[in-house]
Structure formats: C-alpha cells, structure tokens
C-alpha cells in the first residue's frame, strides 16, 4: 500500500491549490480515504474524507464550503481542491487511508495508511 501526496505549494490568501494523493496496491480498495493536516506545534487534525463505497463525503468545520474532496477511479487518485484559502490553513497536509469495517470515523486512528504529506503555506 502506498500514497503519494502531491500539489502542495506557497500560495497568497484568497487562492487555491489542489492537492492530489496517488494511490497505488491496494490503497484504492480502501473503506474511506482521508486528508488531515499538521500545523507547526498543533496536533493531526482532520480535514475531509470520501468514503470508496458511498461516495459520501465529510468535512470539517473550518474547512466546509472552501475545501472539496473527491476520488478518480480511472486515476486512482484522490483530491482536495482547496479555494479561499487562509493563512490559518497552512499545514503539512497528509492523505490516509483506512480498512476499517466499523462505522466510520475522522479520528486519524482510523486510518491505517499515510502518505508522505505535502507542505501548503498561505501567505497573508
């Protein structure tokens, strides 16, 4: 199982970045995949996750109707569109991806894999 997350960058407050996290062996048969991110000093927090089955998506507060989460099947990749961004939301960005069979979470317990992370800074 391996995830590669890419897209990260240097942007002004306001833009958009799209980060992509390549997913290869088993990783795309996944329950759910998942972006969390890690501020300097702060704890992993979530972001978004879609689940492989539904297609449901689930963001987190400070994020929702900025952020988008979605999945390509032919690509095997999942991304994060990422507009209106603030200098709040600079953060190594890392993508996960959980087997679990219970219900649901966004706890980064969950999650079984991770990729390596990308660096996403907002100026301001």
């Known amino acids: 199982v391996q995830l590669q997350a890419s897209g990260g960058g240097l942007v002004q407050a306001g833009g958009s970045l799209r980060l992509s996290c390549a997913a290869s062996g088993r990783a795309y048969s996944a329950s759910a995949m998942g972006w969390f991110r890690q501020a300097p000093g702060k704890e992993r927090e979530f972001v978004a996750d879609i689940s492989n089955w539904s297609g449901s998506t689930y963001y987190a507060d400070v994020v929702k109707g900025r952020f988008t989460i979605s999945r390509d099947n032919a690509k095997k990749t999942v991304s994060l569109q990422m507009n209106s961004l603030k200098p709040e939301d600079t953060a190594v960005y890392y993508c996960?991806?959980?087997?679990?069979?219970?219900?649901?979470?966004?706890?980064?317990?969950?999650?079984?894999?991770w990729g390596q992370g990308t660096q996403v800074t907002v100026s301001s």
């Open positions: 996960a991806a959980s087997y679990r069979t219970t219900p649901r979470t966004h706890a980064s317990s969950w999650y079984d894999y």
